[in-house]
């Protein structure tokens, strides 16, 4: 039991990231098939996606900063780890979008399986581009914004 402690204690911040990030992926994933459901799949892989992706950025930020990095600033210091934090965010949301449109918009028409299967087509590329900004937000947030001093 001790050992099991203290590889836990040791592997913490990556086993607490990718239970949060795993939460914070779920979200995104299930507010993206939300939207796709109720307002269809145009509207999901455009504005619904920004939507999702703000929603998911505050919730991530939270829990980065009390759960997987515990971050003690305060004041004018926890202000800049927010901006570092959203603005990071943005980056990976727009690499999101990006993907989606080159899935959804450009790829989809040539691809039978995505003419056939419009909706579950948008689910997999969302997938897909969620592993690409669940590695991209740990290298930030490891790296530039609750970076050790």
């Known amino acids: 039991m001790e050992k ?5 204690k040791k592997y913490y911040e990556g086993l607490s990231y990718l239970f949060f990030g795993g939460v914070a992926t779920l979200l995104n994933l299930v507010l993206f098939a939300l939207f796709q459901a109720v307002f269809g799949t145009d509207f999901a892989t455009g504005a619904g996606n920004v939507l999702d992706n703000a929603i998911c950025i505050l919730f991530a930020y939270w829990t980065n900063r009390t759960f997987v990095f515990r971050s003690k600033n305060t004041g004018k210091a926890a202000w ?40 579950l087509w948008a689910m997999g590329v969302k997938l897909f581009s969620q592993v690409i900004v669940i590695v991209s937000n740990y290298v930030f947030s490891k790296l530039l914004i609750f970076k050790k001093k």
């Not at 570092?84 to 979008?97: A, H, K």
């Open 4 to 8: 099991i402690k203290a590889l836990i």
């Open 80 to 119: 800049a780890e927010f901006g570092q934090f959203v603005s990071c965010r943005i980056f990976t949301m727009v690499l999101d979008q990006v993907i989606i449109w080159l899935g959804v918009t450009i790829l989809a028409p040539h691809v039978a399986f995505a003419a056939a299967h419009g909706e």
